[in-house]
């Protein structure tokens, strides 16, 4: 089971703090020492908190990164400059905060279309965010994408007895896309109150991402901790 881990608080303390300092390439270096599996920034239409100087600096510290991203042609320089390990392609966010919603492969097809083949050519690897439901990864399949990133952000706040219904949901979803031969990843507002429930239902995905939850805890305890702490809860 691999983290990945989400380095976006680094540039956005570095905007709340008006510091330039931000220190994202020492902070790599510390998360792969203590095990985290990649790295990952978000970028944006006006690149903003994160700049393109930001992927840099992270293609240079890391040795596994991911660049995420909204299906967004416009957007296709910074990756095919970077040379990511993955890019990850998420749907277009409408408010200035929160998680960045599921790609709908039924109604963006054209320009997902777009979008993955530009980077497929370039041999840079793809996953894209969907919605934990069995007609999302249909729609991803027919589309040619190999590699998913299943949506937990709008579950893990839930009423128990919702949440329930919805992790066995997400579980028939992630068999379905383990039959299809899928990559899986799971992200959406995950930490270690919530993560151990989401890999009980879903046993077959292979990496978590973490942002702001490991985030918090490197605050109270350090960032080396933090991550370790992050996967003895995945065991």
Known sequence: MQIVLSLDSWPSLREFAEDERSDLGAAAHLAELAGVGSLRLSINEDLSPVRETDVDTLRRASHSMELRMPVSPNLLKIPLAARPDRVVLVGERHE???PAPPVDARVSGAALGSVLRSLSEAG??????VAPELDAVRAAHAQGVNDIELFT???VDLPTAERRAALMTLGDTSRLASKLRFGIAVAGGLDDRNVREVLEAAPSIERVVFGRGLAR???LVGLDRAVRDFH???R
């Open 232 to 234: 003895d809860r995945m």
């Open 124 to 129: 840079i690897a793809t996953s894209v965010r």
């Open 96 to 98: 200035a905060a929160g």
């Open 217 to 219: 805890r490197a605050l």
């Open 153 to 155: 952000g709008y579950l």
